[in-house]
């Protein structure tokens, strides 16, 4: 007691005040707590563990996705359940205290291309342990059954659809459009809004993401549906609310989860991802005897005084170490001091630009970590925040070069850093966002196609930001990481280099430095992988594989390819060689392309990519030949060995002592681990 004697002198009486206050509340949490109840999950697999299947649903096996309905076009009249496997706690009739809820879910409804479609997906709460109704196909949307007794309490729901198909039949009134609606205890929405782009959703099969939220407090039941496909500032969205008193319609204890129908007209509805949180307090009157028989009691009240005054001590220290900075990371601080342009943003408010950095907000994850959608209001702006994981090959020394790099560099055909953040031991990066993601997203996993004008486009542009990174800023940028990933597309499809996290500065008359292997596999040039050296000239050959890439539409290297064609600058080359160069051009390009412009992109890459360092062209000259400034360059017919490896071929070679030295051979390169695997967008 002495001891707590001495401590509380550091406190003035509004200090005091506050620790009784944390005290009580301290107390009431407790008991509170413990009698809450409530529901977490997120789901991107689904298994029949978790999940409910009624009727037609199933946990499809192959994709562990839901399917609500039959899969096979030609069946109709399907319907089906599939709910969570555990039932909610509604509300508490001892307090009259009801759940909030949030939900979000990413659904698809197919039409398989067809103009006209069946009954729809609706996400419901019913009376624990209730099953799907018989004979409820069709526009009764696997909920109501045509001989239904709406007195029946047993037989309530409360629903949200999205509905694609209109009904006015059977006492259902629905709008003359592709709608969304609240339902309670009828399939006649209380609240229902038209969803003029949700028809084109259907047709072509695009994902749709659902936010459905409670307030009970308010009795506030909103919704929220946005395109996922959408990209750019505008994005297809439509929202509805309603008031309503669930304990209405609704016992203490629900089953949820989706149901789905149709009728003569078929189509799919498939459930991706589900996420479901929900919360109720559940304190009744033994409870709250329990709270003032702990109050009452002197060694309880002494621990917590205990516990809060050490708690209070250590949250003291912890904000004065935050105002002087002891928090923050002291390195990191250091090496922003002479940053200017990027600014500092609060954790806090990354948190609420990307909704916690939900699921749906994701743009794309690599080794670094991940890269979410944000909208940050201090800026106006959607942003990508890149949030570096740890352990990732971009710890903070990678972190503080990308921030001081970057931030002073300014192109056109450059990713713009907005800002930083690093606190909570995270580090995050803000970029301007880019609509059209990278590269890679369109050449590989087929986004977009890139007609041949706009593949060009990005050529000259990703030229133009080497020309300036090389020879136009103060100092020499040697990038090291280039790579169609790393390379973001605008909503014009303008072409800006990103990810600078392995870049280094050099004077502009120094060559080749000495660096620490980094990179990826297959972009690095040869010298990169025999000697570890790193230079312009190095990134030049970077930049000529991913002109390959553009023109041929396939990867640097693609182990499932022909004989002879894993290796896209071998292959590209050896036709070169025979005047059939044309032949590597992307299949889908047909013959809607430039004939000049396209040999004269492969031809650069090509000269880009030679084996040998002395044989590549400055940025310079790369530029001016894209530009047709220049005439292009007359290549050897055969691929060249590289310097390193020709003295391999000649001799092998030997240390001083004698003894044989392990060395890379082109053979020993073409069997090693290749990173081809292409990163989501935002690979930054």
Known sequence: MELLSSDFKIFDTRELRSLLVLVLSLAIAFTASASSQGIDF??????????????????????????????????????GWATYHEPMRLWDKATGNVADFTTQFTFVIDSMGKSMFADGLTFFLVPEGSQLP????????????????????????????????????????????????????????????????FRDKIVSGGQINATITYNSSTQNLSVLMIDADATGTDINSSAIYNIVNMTKYLPEWVTFGFSASTGTLSELHTLKAWEFRSNVQVVGKKSKLWLWSILGSSSFILLILVLAFIWFRRRSKRMRAHTSGEDDDPAIEEEFEQVSGPKKFSYKDLVTSTNNFAIERLLGEGGFGRVYEGYLTSVNASVAIKKISPGSRQGIKEYATEVKTISRLRHKNLVQLIGWCHEKKELLLIYEFMSNGSLDSHLFKKRTFLPWEKRYKIGQGIASALLYLHEEWEQCVVHRDIKSSNIMLDSDFNAKLGDFGLARLVDHAKGLQTTVLAGTMGYMAPECVYIGKASRESDIYSFGVVLLEIACGRKVVEPRAEEGQVRLVDWVWELYGTGRIL??????????????????????????????????????????????????????????????????????????????????????????????????????
């Open 42 to 79: 997120r789901m991107q697999n689904f298994n029949n563990d978790d999940i409910q299947p009624q009727g037609d649903a199933m946990v499809d096996p192959s994709s562990f996705l839901i399917q609500l309905t039959k899969t096979n076009e030609d069946v109709d009249w399907s319907k």
């Open 583 to 684: 032949d590597a051009a992307e299949l889908k390009l047909g013959t809607d392309f430039d004939e000049k412009q396209l040999e004269c992109l492969m031809v650069v890459g090509l000269w880009c990519s030679h084996p040998n360092y002395i044989g590549r062209p400055s940025i310079r000259e790369a530029f001016n030949v894209l530009n047709f400034n220049a005439p292009p360059p007359v290549l050897p017919s055969k691929l060249p060995i590289p310097f390193s490896q020709a003295s391999i071929v000649s001799s092998h070679a030997t240390s001083t002592t004698g003894t044989e030295v392990s060395t890379f051979t082109t053979s020993s390169i073409q069997s090693s681990h290749l990173d081809s695997v292409a990163l989501l967008p935002y690979t930054m």
């Open 134 to 197: 018989i004979n409820s196909a069709g526009l009764n949307l696997a909920l109501v059954s045509p001989n239904r007794d709406p007195s029946n309490s047993s037989a309530s729901f409360v629903a949200v659809e999205f509905d694609p198909l209109p009904n006015n039949s059977d006492g259902v009134m629905d709008p003359n459009c592709p709608h969304v609606g609240i339902d309670l205890d009828n399939l006649t929405s209380t609240n229902s809004s038209c969803v003029d782009w």
